[in-house]
């Protein structure tokens, strides 16, 4: 409940603030330059301010208790190898939380790749071997060494400017030939009914080039993972991870930066954010070592 309280505040927070900024600047949407501006800022504001304050809201969602002093030797140890491998990556010590939860998952979130969140469940300290756990640390790290939240909210931000801007000039276009041109520049019903329907249909388009890149970052932090902690090391903790794959409490913010995703097939596999296990794993399986040691640019 608390999740879902949290979400809607969030996002009626945004749009509230982004209309007093509007008014206050005296942006018309009705123009095709006060369109693109308003566009933009919806489109973008809702991501970046997501981004933002993303770490604050996985805390809230997750209950998730930040280690400041180790309180025992398998806190000492998650922050020791987290430690490590941000050191390797080249970026900041990231915060170390544990969260309750019975599957075996772990996520990083933040705006910026110095000061970031890893946290892992308690099923996955319950399930996980040392070796697999520190894989699973490591392709969160490699999430946060590669950018990956504030290209993620990038890319969101230009697909919702897409939608937007699109579907009210369809709108503008088909309600013309329905209406007739108005001296007043106002638009009919027919406006709204094809804005209404074309949001949904132009969004499902971009949810699916969203979670195309979604997936392929997986592949990309299996990669950093398997350089971090060892290709063995990835293989072993994605077999493991098979055991509750496709069962996920985490909050919808920061589901696409779990190690585990949902399970799909046939449309359905379009809109997931991770890639099945098993291609995952062969991937791994088939990239020479060479080809492993070489993406070490892509963490550091």
């Not at 505040?9 to 007093?20: I, K």
């Not at 206050?24 to 009705?30: A, E």
């Not at 069962?247 to 449309?267: D, R, Y």
């Amino acid at each position: 409940m608390m999740r879902i309280v949290l979400f809607l505040a969030t996002n009626l927070a945004v749009l509230a603030l982004l209309s007093v900024v509007m008014a206050v600047f005296g942006i018309d949407p009705r123009s095709n330059g006060g369109l693109l501006v308003m566009a933009a800022m919806f489109g973008f504001g809702g991501s970046i301010i997501s981004l933002l304050i993303s770490k604050w809201i996985a805390k809230k969602t997750t209950g998730a208790h930040v280690i400041g002093e180790p309180r025992n030797e398998t806190e000492r140890w998650l922050v020791q190898t987290v430690r490590r491998q941000a050191e390797a990556a080249g970026i900041g010590m990231p915060e170390v939380a544990i969260y309750d939860a019975p599957e075996i998952n772990a996520f990083a979130t933040g705006a910026n790749r110095n000061n970031a969140l890893v946290a892992v469940s308690t099923g996955l300290l319950r399930a996980m071997q040392r070796d697999e756990a520190e894989a699973v640390l490591a392709h969160e790290v490699s999430h946060v060494a590669n950018g990956d939240m504030v290209t993620m909210a990038l890319l969101q931000g230009v697909l919702n400017t897409f939608v937007i801007v699109l579907a009210r000039l369809v709108g503008r276009v088909v309600d013309g030939m329905l209406g007739g041109q108005r001296d007043d520049g106002s638009v009919g019903i027919g406006y709204y009914a094809v804005v209404f329907v074309l949001d949904m249909v132009f969004g499902v388009f971009a949810s699916i080039i969203a979670m195309w890149f979604s997936r392929w970052r997986e592949f990309r932090a299996d990669a950093g993972g398997a350089q971090l902690a060892g290709r063995h090391k990835m293989i072993a903790a994605l077999e493991r991870l098979s055991a509750t794959y496709g069962t996920s409490t985490l909050p919808k913010q920061v589901q696409a930066f779990g190690i585990s995703g949902g399970v799909g097939h046939g449309l359905r596999r379009l809109f997931l954010s991770h890639p099945p296990l098993e291609e995952r794993i062969a991937a791994l399986r088939n990239a020479a070592p060479a080809t492993v040691d070489a993406r070490r640019s892509v963490v550091s």
